[in-house]
C-alpha cells in the first residue's frame, strides 16, 4: 500500500502550449533516469485518467500510469485539444484530425524530454489513441517507441461494420447506415435530416468531418512503415476492437512484439465470461489494470 501512496503523491499538473490556449496532463514522477511514457487517450470525450461521460469511471489510465510508476516507469497522460483541462487549446473540440493529435503527442513528448531529462519517450496509446501514437512514430528520432493497446489493426470502416453488425438489434439500421459510411468514405458529409434516432451520435453533423479524416487512416500501413521499435497489447476479451485488429498490426510489422492478455477487456481490466461482466467493469475504478498489461509495457520500455 505504500508504493501506492508514493505513486499517487509524485503526480503534478503538466501543461505544454497548444493552438489557442494550453494543453493540460499529469506527469507522474518514477525517478530520475526512469522510461517516460506518454499515454494518448482513446476516442470522444475521454480524459486524462480514461474515463468519459457515457458511463466509463473504471480510471483505466490513472491506474496504468500508477502501476508503470511502481515499476519504475514515469508517464504523463493528457487531456485532448478542446476537450476537459485542455478546452483553452481549441474553440471547437470537433475540428480535429489525427495529424492535429499526432502534432500535440509531440508537443508532450517533447516537454517529457526537457522535465526529465530523457533522450526519447515513448508514445502509448490507447484505442484510437493507439491510431494517433502511430501516426506520431512516423519519421520521427525525439520517440523511443510505440505502444499500440486495444488498437485497431484494420480501417475504421471496417472495424466499424463489424461491430454494427455483430448486435442483431442493429439489423433495421444497418442499410443506412452502410450507405452513409460509404459517402464519409468517399470523403462526403452525409444529411442526417431522414436518418433512425440510433444512428444520430455517430454521423453528428459536427463529428462528420473528423470521421471523414478517421476513415481515410490505414493503422497497418503506419505499422508497416514505422521505424521504432512497435509493442501491441491487446485484450482477448475486448468487445470493441478485436484481436484480429491486433494481428493485423503484428504481421504488418514483423518487428513488432505482440501480447495478448486473456480475460482483459476494453478498459484493461481484468473480466469474468459473458458480456454483462465485461461492460460492467466499465464503470469498476476499483479494479486495478491487469498485471499482464502493465508487465507488457514495463517490460518493453525497459529492456
Known amino acids: 500500500m505504500m508504493g501506492m501512496m508514493m505513486a499517487a503523491m509524485a503526480a503534478s499538473a503538466m501543461t505544454v502550449p497548444g493552438p489557442n490556449g494550453p494543453l493540460e496532463g499529469t506527469f507522474l514522477d518514477a525517478g530520475k533516469g526512469s522510461p517516460v511514457v506518454v499515454i494518448v487517450p482513446g476516442s470522444g470525450p475521454t480524459d486524462r485518467d480514461g474515463n468519459n ?8 489510465y490513472r491506474l496504468l500510469a500508477e502501476a508503470l510508476a511502481e515499476k519504475g516507469v514515469s508517464s504523463v497522460r493528457i487531456d485532448k485539444r478542446g476537450m476537459f483541462g485542455s478546452k483553452a487549446a481549441i474553440p471547437d473540440a470537433n475540428k480535429v484530425t489525427i495529424a ?9 513528448a517533447k516537454a517529457a524530454r526537457q522535465k526529465t531529462g530523457a533522450r526519447c519517450v515513448w508514445v502509448a496509446g490507447h484505442s484510437e489513441g493507439a491510431l494517433i501514437a502511430l501516426a506520431a512514430g512516423q519519421n520521427r528520432t525525439d520517440l523511443c517507441g510505440v505502444i499500440a493497446i486495444s488498437g485497431m489493426g484494420r480501417r475504421f470502416g471496417t472495424v466499424l461494420r463489424e461491430q454494427l453488425a455483430a448486435n442483431p438489434a442493429n439489423a433495421p439500421i444497418m442499410e443506412s447506415a452502410t450507405k452513409a459510411l460509404a459517402e464519409l468514405e468517399a470523403g462526403r458529409t452525409v444529411d442526417t435530416a431522414g436518418m433512425h434516432p440510433a444512428l444520430a451520435p455517430l454521423f453528428n453533423a459536427s463529428v462528420q468531418p473528423y470521421v471523414i479524416n478517421l476513415l481515410a487512416q490505414d493503422p497497418a500501413a503506419l505499422a508497416k512503415s514505422l521505424k521504432l521499435p512497435l509493442l501491441i497489447v491487446h485484450g482477448e476479451a475486448d468487445l470493441q476492437t478485436s484481436v484480429a485488429d491486433a494481428k493485423a498490426l503484428a504481421s504488418a510489422q514483423p518487428k ?3 501480447v495478448l492478455v486473456p480475460k482483459v477487456n476494453h478498459v484493461l481490466k481484468v473480466v469474468g465470461d459473458g458480456r454483462q461482466a465485461n461492460m460492467s467493469a466499465y464503470a469498476d475504478p476499483s479494479l486495478p489494470v491487469a498485471p499482464g498489461v502493465v508487465d507488457a509495457i514495463a517490460d518493453f520500455v525497459k529492456r
Open 53 to 60: 461521460p457515457m458511463g466509463v469511471t473504471a480510471a483505466p
Open 100 to 108: 492535429d493529435y499526432a502534432a500535440d503527442a509531440h508537443a508532450w
Open 256 to 258: 513488432a512484439k505482440l
